[in-house]
């Protein structure tokens, strides 16, 4: 069954520093992948999304995200952090009719 | 354009009450959700829609029902509300299926006395 997992409940990076939010996947076929991002008290934002072709994929605010078939994996990345980019992450896998969600990581950049 | 939005923001309410919550969305989206999100759990689906006059359910859907009478709009309802459904909703809207990238209302907050 398709699912996601990420396996980091917090992420803490120091401003300027690069910055990893990891995903794992199991999927069968070509997989579609998501990331979303929700800040306070606000909803989700989609941030990117893996369909096809080149393994590195570049959406908003300067992240992008690498997938890797051989590890099943779809990070999120992003070169410098900011104070700002603080928030909650979310990778998400299509399956049957619904979108299946990561639990959630909890990026804190601390100045 | 206002994108998918949401009412009320808040609400509390006593074990037994019932209550609707309403999404609406000005991008004539065929595609609407309903999830809830609960910490540690990510967001998880109660129904959702395909089109005007069509519902279906998600992964929770036990406690609520929806309607979705014109393409605008997504009613989540809860009959006899119980304190396992205090949770945060969010309503969502997509072009397409679920591959298509989903636009998010700012949320409700409900609590069950």
């Known amino acids: 069954a398709q699912s996601v997992a990420q396996p980091e409940d917090q992420v803490n990076v120091a401003e300027g520093n690069p910055l990893t939010v990891k995903c794992t996947y199991s999927?069968?076929?070509?997989?579609?992948l998501f990331w979303y991002v929700q800040y306070p008290n606000r909803g989700l934002q989609f941030l990117l999304k893996?369909?096809?072709?080149d393994n590195l994929v570049k959406g908003s605010y300067g992240f992008e995200a690498e997938f890797n078939k051989s590890q099943t994996s779809f990070h999120l990345k992003k070169p410098s952090a900011l104070v700002s980019d603080s928030a909650l992450y979310f990778c998400?896998?299509?399956?049957?009719?619904?979108?299946?969600w990561g639990a959630g990581t909890k990026l804190i950049i601390k100045p | 354009n206002a994108g998918v939005t949401q009412t009320p923001k808040f609400r509390v309410l006593k074990t037994g009450q019932s209550m609707t919550l309403l999404c609406a969305q000005d991008?004539?989206?065929?595609?609407m959700y309903w999830y809830r999100q609960d910490p540690g759990m990510g967001l998880r689906l109660i129904h959702y829609?395909?089109?005007?006059?069509?519902?279906a359910k998600g992964e929770v859907p036990d406690g609520y029902n929806v309607s979705r009478l014109k393409k605008q709009n997504f009613l989540l309802g809860l009959e006899s509300a119980a304190p396992s459904q205090t949770s945060v909703y969010f309503c969502?809207?997509?072009?397409?299926?679920?591959?298509?990238?989903?636009?998010f209302g700012p949320g409700t907050r409900l609590t069950v006395l």
């Open positions: 969502a809207s997509s072009d397409l299926a679920f591959t298509d990238t989903q636009y």
């Open positions: 998400a896998v299509p399956r049957n009719y619904q979108l299946i």
């Open positions: 999927v069968s076929g070509n997989p579609y």
């Open positions: 991008m004539n989206h065929e595609y």
């Open positions: 893996y369909i096809t072709g």
């Open positions: 829609s395909v089109g005007e006059g069509t519902t």
